[in-house]
C-alpha cells in the first residue's frame, strides 16, 4: 500500500513540475524527467538498488515559490563551513550558491576564481545551444546525388546518434536502413553504385586540446566528426560508460549504410575537397521527424515502391535524394547531461559554432559559446573553454558562472534555457548521481530526489552543479569546484555530496 501511495506522489510531483511559475509566466518543461515511463512518455529510466529505500524525486524543477523562508548567508556560512573543513576536496575549493527565485547570491567561496570544471562544462553546452539553436532544433543526415549514376553521397550534419536501425545505441534516434530505403525510392529505376562519406562540416583536429593522453583510446569519447554512429561505438549494445570506438566513425557509418543499400564495403569513399559547397541549391526539406523522407524533386522518376525501369535522366550531382533527422535538441541536451556523454557534448558545442557562423571546430565552438553568454548577459570573461564536454584541463570557468547559467535558465525570461532541467541527473535516482546518495544511514540520504546536479570528474578534479531544495522548500542553484583534490575521486565526490545534502537538509536561517 505504501509503494502505491509513494508511486501516486511521484507522479503528481511531475504532473505539477511539468510548468515553472515565474511572476505568473508559465513556462514548459518540455520532457518530465525520470518518472517519464509511470506517464507513458518515455522509457522509464532505470530504477535505483532493491538494497536502497525508495527516494523520492520532486518534480523536475519545483515551483519558485516566494513565499518560503530564504537561507540566511549567515546560516549557510555556518553549515558549509562546518561540512567544507577537512573535506579532502584540497585548497582550491570555489562554491557559490544562489536564490532561484531571485537570483540573489547567498554563499559564496572564491566564486569568481576561474578552475577547471570538468563535465559541469556541460552545463554551459546545454544553455548555449538551447540558445544558439532552439529546443526544437533537428541535425539532419541527408544523401545527396554524387558526380556519376548511382554514386550517392552520404553527409554528415553533426548527429552524434544516428543509428544503423532500430537497435541503435540512443533512443528515438535517426535510421540509416531507413535512410537508404528512402534514398532507393528516390532514385527510381538507377541502381546505387558507390557511396562517398562526406564528413566535412566539422574541421579542425578531431580530438580535443587539453584532453589527457588514454582519452582518445579511453572509452569515453571518440573521434569528433560530422558522420557517426551510436556515437562511435563499435557495439551499440554497448553499456552506458566505457565503450570501444571506431577509430574512424565517419568511415564506419559510410559502410553501414552502404550495407543498407546492399553494397560491399569496398563501395565507400571520402568526398573530394570543396563537395559540400554544392549542396547550396538543395530542395530537400526538414521532414520534423527521424524518418526518411526522399525527395523527388531529385529524380525524373516518380517515387514509387514498386519497381520501375532505369531514369533517362540523372538526378542533378547535389541535389537532394534523402534525409533523416535527429531527436529534437532538448532530447540531445538530456542524453548529454543525463549520462555526461562526451561525444554527444562536443557534437552540440558545433551545433552552436554552426549558428553562430563559426567553424565546426573545438576553437569555433569555444568562440560561439562566448558570444551566446555575451547575449545572453553573463560574463563571458569567466569563462575559458577548450572543449564542450569538459574533458579538456585547459577548460577554466567560474562557480559564479554556472549558478548564474542555472538561474538564468529558471527565470522564465528565456524558456528555451528550461530544458536544461530535465537533463539533470537526479541523485539516488537517475543518470550519474543514480548510484550516489543511497546509503540510508549516511549524511548524503538528505539529498536523495531533492539534488539535481550535473557531475564532473578529472583525476584531481571533482565538482557539482545544479539545482537543490531546501527542507523549507526554498529551490537553490549551487556549484562546487575543487581542481587541486588530493583524495581519491569516490572520497571526493562523497565530499561534494555532503555539501548538496547540506544544502537539502537545512534551513539555514
Known sequence: MGSRRSRTLLITAA????FLLVGGTSVAVLRPGPVAGWLGLAPPSPTPSAA????????????????????????????????????GLGGRLHISVQDMATGTVLFSQDPSTMAMPASTTKIVTAVTVLAATGPAHQIATR???????????LVG?????LAIDGAGFYSGAARLDELAEATRAALGGTTPTKVTIDASLFSGPAFGPGWDDDIPTGGYAAAITALMIDGGRINPKASKGWAQRAAAPDLAA????????????????????????????????????TGAVANPAASSQPVSSEPTVAATEQPIPGAELARVESPPMISLVETMLSESDNVVAEALARQVAIAQGEPASFAGAAAAMDVVLTDLGLPAEQIDLSDGSGLSRTNRLTAGLLTGLTVLAGSGSRPELAGLFSGLPVAAWSGTLQGRYQATAGPQRAGAGVVRAKTGTLSGVNSLAGTVTTADGRLLAFAVLADAVPSAPDQAQAALDRIAATLASCGCR
Open 52 to 87: 536502497a529505500a525508495d527516494p523520492t524525486p520532486g518534480p523536475v524543477l519545483a515551483g519558485l515559490a516566494v513565499d518560503t523562508p530564504v537561507p540566511t548567508t549567515q546560516g549557510l556560512t555556518t553549515a558549509l563551513n562546518e561540512v567544507t573543513a577537512g573535506s
Open 143 to 153: 544523401v545527396v546525388a554524387g558526380a556519376q549514376p548511382g554514386e550517392v553521397v
Open 254 to 289: 559510410g559502410r553501414a549504410f552502404a550495407r543498407a543499400l546492399g553494397l560491399p564495403a569496398e563501395a565507400v569513399g571520402t568526398a573530394p575537397a570543396g563537395y559540400a559547397e554544392q549542396l547550396a541549391g538543395s530542395t530537400g526539406r526538414p521532414t520534423g521527424s
Open 157 to 161: 550534419g553533426g548527429d552524434p546518434t
Open 15 to 18: 504532473i505539477i513540475g511539468a
